[in-house]
């Protein structure tokens, strides 16, 4: 099978866990079975917002979910019935380190559900101070890739490069320097780390980037090499304002190799807040996340070049 991704990709995230429990219900320490159902339902909710999303004119074969094990109940399932991308992610949740959720069982997880992309997010910074640590986790994820394409699955990597307190200082301790200075060089060194080391994504999950010659680069960088012709990057939101996330997808989107975004709470947060403290209906809220979604949709698209 080839590498990479052939087609645009617009998907919902939340396969949030140990945040989605902390921050939006106050859950510390392990759920009881009710709070776990809470989650479900929300998760739901967020479920229904793509399908109303889809049913007010976003093309199925485009539009992605990424949706987690642990509280996604039914959700993959309903998806394949909708003929929705799923993603779902393989690393334990909230870790400074990659680590499997599953073990050495990941593979009999991936197989059950079946899903379009395994998904993975890893905090990879090139200049750690701790060289062992990226060892480890270059380990792990080659193991993963491996796994993934000798069954002819695709790779969804979400690479974080969280800032080390020298480079933070370099920065003048200003993380918005670092983003915009800093952190694209780091992206694309990282980037060039793993694939020497033989780690092959088929899809790189990016954060946004507020120059358009810094997504080029990083897109240039996930094709080069032989058989990656086909690699392609989208845009995370980070959780960002609208017009943060806006500027990311205009900048993004006008760039050979960028496909599309993978968007979370910038999408549900607000919707889910409101349907939690009694101030939305669930129709509501499922309109909203709708509305949301869309939305991003069309800066995208508005921004591609024509």
């Known amino acids: 099978m080839a590498l990479g991704y052939d087609g645009k990709l617009y998907m919902l995230a939340f396969d949030h ?28 909710l967020i479920f229904e917002g793509a399908l109303e999303a889809v049913a007010r004119g976003a093309d199925p074969s485009l539009t992605g979910i990424l949706v987690d094990e642990q509280f996604g109940s039914d959700i993959p399932a309903r998806a394949r019935e909708h003929l929705l991308k799923l993603a779902m992610p393989v690393e334990k949740s909230g870790q400074r380190e990659f680590e499997f959720e599953y073990g050495e069982e990941f593979g009999a997880h991936i197989e ?67 983003d915009t200075e800093l952190r694209p060089e780091l992206e694309r060194a990282a980037i060039k780390e793993l694939q020497d080391y033989g780690v092959e994504v088929d899809v790189w999950k990016i954060e946004g980037l507020d120059k358009g010659e810094d997504a080029a680069m990083l897109a240039e960088q996930a094709r080069s090499g032989p058989g990656r012709e086909g690699v392609v990057c989208i845009v995370l ?68 070049p024509h």
């Open 17 to 44: 866990r140990g945040s989605f429990q902390k921050d939006l219900f106050g859950i510390v320490g392990e759920p009881t079975p009710e709070q776990v159902e809470a989650i479900c339902d929300v998760k739901r």
């Open 237 to 304: 939101g980070r959780a960002g304002s609208d017009e943060q996330v806006d500027h990311w997808l205009s900048e993004a989107a006008a760039v050979e190799g960028f496909v599309g975004f993978a968007i979370g709470r910038s999408i549900w947060w607000g919707a889910l807040r409101g349907f939690l403290l009694q101030s939305l209906r669930r129709e509501q809220a499922r309109d909203q996340i709708a509305s949301n979604f869309l939305r991003f949709i069309d800066v995208y698209e508005r921004h591609e």
């Open 112 to 178: 059950r559900f079946n899903p379009d992309f395994s998904k993975v997010l890893v905090r990879y910074n090139p200049e750690d101070e701790d060289p062992e640590l990226n060892e480890c986790q270059r380990r792990r994820l080659k193991t993963l890739a491996d796994w993934l394409h000798e069954h002819e699955r695709k790779f969804l990597f979400e690479l974080l490069v969280p800032a080390t307190g020298a480079q933070l200082e370099r920065a003048g301790g200003d993380k918005r320097r670092y």
